[in-house]
C-alpha cells in the first residue's frame, strides 16, 4: 500500500516562504511523475508543480520563477520550495505519485498566506 505523507504546511505572511515536504512509502517503483496540486475554497484542484517519470519538471504560471520542485530519490521525497508567497496561493496542497495504472495522493496541508 503506497502512503504519502505530507509536511510543511502552516500560516505565512504576504512575501514569506514555506517548504513542503511528502515522503512516500510503499511502492515497488522507484522512478515515478510525482508533484504537487492544490485546492484553493470554491475552485478545481490543480497542478503546481511536478516531476514527470522521465524527470522534467512542470510548474504552472502562476508559480514559475517563486516554487520550486525538488526530490530525493533515495529518500522517495520531494519537496516544494515556495518563495514570495501570495494570498492567492491559500490552498489545501496535495501530493501525488504515480506507480503504473494508479495515481495515489496525500492527506493534504494546508498552506495559509496573510495579506
Known amino acids: 500500500q503506497v502512503q504519502l505523507v505530507e509536511s510543511g504546511g502552516g500560516l505565512v505572511q504576504a512575501g514569506g516562504s514555506l517548504r513542503l515536504s511528502c515522503a512516500a512509502s510503499?511502492?515497488?517503483?522507484?522512478?515515478?511523475?510525482m508533484g504537487w496540486y492544490r485546492q484553493a475554497p470554491g475552485k478545481q484542484r490543480e497542478l503546481v508543480a511536478g516531476?514527470?517519470?522521465?524527470?522534467?519538471?512542470n510548474y504552472a504560471d502562476s508559480v514559475k520563477g517563486r516554487f520550486t520542485i525538488s526530490r530525493d530519490n533515495a529518500k522517495n521525497t520531494v519537496y516544494l520550495q515556495m518563495n514570495s508567497l501570495k494570498p492567492e496561493d491559500t490552498a489545501v496542497y496535495y501530493c501525488?505519485?504515480?506507480?503504473?495504472?494508479?495515481?495515489?495522493w496525500g492527506q493534504g496541508t494546508q498552506v495559509t498566506v496573510s495579506s
Open positions: 516531476f514527470t517519470s522521465s524527470g522534467s519538471t
Open positions: 501525488y505519485r504515480d506507480d503504473p495504472g494508479r495515481r495515489y
Open positions: 510503499g511502492s515497488r517503483f522507484s522512478i515515478n511523475a
